[in-house]
């Protein structure tokens, strides 16, 4: 059975908090330029199985643009980065954006600076010609303690210069947790937008987590003009399994409940979106390669 992404990232975030305690261990585009990458969590199995004929199979499809989802021990998907980057430089694809989830074990309070785990995933994000560096998920023990919670935003901020030296721009993605949570009174979502600074953290909004917690993604992005500058795109629909904590599922795009091509439309106008990544968690029995084909001949069909 596939994991949810919720249980990989929390996987992850064990992960690379272990790696953190070991030792020694500008983005600029024009607003209107929109480009369509695709989540590799999205074909996960197959990346697992075999990465560079999945890679092929995505490039043939005609996508130009990938996020990877593996990062482990200076790795991605098992390649280095001087490694990998070839191997998408021969498929003709680039990689703008990467999810790793940074902890507030990244950060050496003895040292007042980040650990070498964390300089080292810049580092190679910068090599792999990055323009985000993204951290996908938050530990539930800083959602809910104030004073950890705000240093983790200061570390959000410190991250953000920190890529800036390598031109590029720290990140944060949200799932649903982030609209159920208060931080006094206000929700954690409001609390991060208003304590990161947009010149330091791009936010990338994923419209498929947020559904069911926060079912209004237009009014999201003209609360916060201009910090969308990447995007996931998603369909859900009702799950029957709930694995993905919200009582629905992703979709092929333009088969669900969400106003996707609204959505697409705000983000582009009002959010300063650059980036659209596709992601598709969930399939219906379908094999998960023919469900990003279609996504991306529909989202070509929308005039992306």
């Known amino acids: 059975m596939m994991s949810s992404r919720r249980t990989f990232l929390k996987n992850s975030a064990i992960a690379a908090t272990a790696a953190a305690l070991m030792p020694n261990d500008l983005f600029a585009a024009p607003a209107q330029i929109q480009r369509v990458g695709i989540q590799l969590y999205s074909v ?7 990465p560079a004929g999945t890679l092929k199979k995505l490039s043939d499809m005609g996508y130009q643009h990938v996020e990877h989802a593996n990062y482990i021990n200076r790795k991605f998907y098992g390649w280095t980065a001087k490694e990998f980057k070839k191997v998408l430089d021969d498929l003709g694809l680039q990689m703008p954006s990467g999810h790793t989830v940074m902890t507030s074990a990244h950060w050496d309070t003895t040292t007042n600076d980040f650990t070498d785990a964390w300089k080292y995933t ?27 919670l705000k240093r983790t935003m200061d570390q959000f901020n410190k991250s953000g210069e920190l890529c ?5 721009k720290f990140g944060y993605h949200n799932h649903d947790f982030e609209f159920t ?8 979502f409001d609390y991060i937008m208003q304590n990161t600074d947009p010149n330091r953290v791009s936010q990338q909004l994923d419209i498929g987590n947020m559904y069911g917690r926060e079912n209004d993604a237009i009014s999201i992005i003209n609360k916060y003009p201009g910090r969308f500058i990447s995007m996931h ?14 009582g629905y599922e992703s979709t092929i795009l333009g088969r669900g409940v969400l106003p996707v091509k609204e959505v697409l439309k705000a983000a582009k106008k009002t959010g300063g979106t650059v980036y659209l990544i596709i992601e598709q968690e969930s399939y219906q029995g379908m094999d998960p390669i023919d469900c990003v084909k279609i996504d991306l001949q529909t989202m070509k069909k929308w005039g992306y």
Request: glycine share 4%; hydrophobic share 40%.
């Open 44 to 50: 996960r199995d197959a990346m697992m199985k075999d």
């Open 164 to 168: 800036q030296k390598y031109n590029m």
């Open 122 to 148: 810049v580092e190679d994000a910068a090599a792999m010609g990055q323009k985000f560096v993204i951290s996908p998920w938050m530990d539930e023990k800083v959602r809910h303690d104030t004073d950890l």
């Open 233 to 246: 795109v998603k369909d859900e629909i009702k799950s029957a399994t709930n694995t993905e904590g919200t």
């Open 181 to 188: 949570t208060m931080v006094g009174d206000i929700r954690l």
